[in-house]
């Protein structure tokens, strides 16, 4: 199947800096997502994109889905303590309507130290 | 509230013993999914379903078994066949169409002895 490669596997940053990271594929996406992991819990849903070269923000997270469908980053702007966590991108091949399984990276482990 | 609900947070099995995981939603979608993760890595797809009583086999179906009777529930049965079945297993669901991005449950603990 496809693989994601998602990077960097982890991060070590002062609270207060900004973060980003990044996957790519050798497959072509119709939707890229990102998601955030608390220890034993599952994946929360950060921000989704649907169009090639889109741009989205949600609050301190800004991510962009690369025009050749390829890619995919994602930035946490003034980092808190509570962005700790494990970030994983997902793309997903389904368009016209369907839905079907996401494609995972193996998510950028964020830590921060105060 | 709405969400999607997975039950129980922690299973124990002997090895060689079959065992089912519940996933329930009420938010009213179509599809849904089961993931499976493991230490370090991040999620594979055993089986989805777009719509009751059907369903497909995802990357890692070998040794997993679904059924979808009703649009709520999506059951997940790990067989003695599965060969290690110790993982946390995730369910999803989301729409069918366009905008379908696919929300988690708290997931289930799986651990074979």
């Known amino acids: 199947g496809q693989q994601l490669n998602q990077s960097p596997q982890s991060m070590f940053i002062q609270e207060g800096e900004d973060v980003s990271m990044n996957c790519t594929s050798s497959?072509?996406?119709?939707?890229w997502l990102w998601y955030k992991q608390d220890p034993g819990e599952g994946p929360v849903l950060l921000i989704a994109l649907y169009k090639a070269g889109e741009l989205t923000s949600n609050g301190r997270l800004t991510a962009q889905f690369g025009i050749t469908r390829k890619d995919s980053f994602l930035n946490i702007s003034a980092s808190i303590p509570s962005d700790v966590g494990i970030y994983f991108c997902?793309?997903?091949?389904?368009?016209?309507?369907?839905?079907?399984?996401?494609?995972f990276g193996k998510g950028t482990h964020l830590i921060i130290q105060p | 509230d709405g969400g999607i609900t997975q039950s129980p947070k922690y299973l124990f099995r002997k090895e060689g013993q079959n065992v089912t995981l519940s996933c329930e939603q009420n938010?009213?979608?179509?599809?849904m999914y089961w993931y499976r993760q493991d230490p370090g890595q991040g999620l594979r797809l055993i089986y989805y379903?777009?719509?009751?009583?059907?369903?497909q086999k995802g990357d890692i179906a070998e040794g997993y078994s679904v059924s979808r009777e009703k649009k709520e529930s999506f059951p997940l049965t790990v067989t003695s066949a599965q060969k290690n079945p110790t993982a946390f297993y995730l369910c999803?669901?989301?729409?069918?169409?366009?905008?379908?991005?696919?929300?988690f449950g708290p997931g289930t603990r799986l651990t074979v002895l």
């Open positions: 997902a793309g997903q091949l389904g368009s016209g309507g369907g839905a079907d399984g996401l494609t």
């Open positions: 379903s777009q719509i009751v009583n059907d369903f």
């Open positions: 938010l009213n979608h179509d599809a």
């Open positions: 497959s072509i996406f119709n939707t």
């Open positions: 999803a669901s989301s729409k069918v169409g366009v905008y379908n991005e696919q929300f």
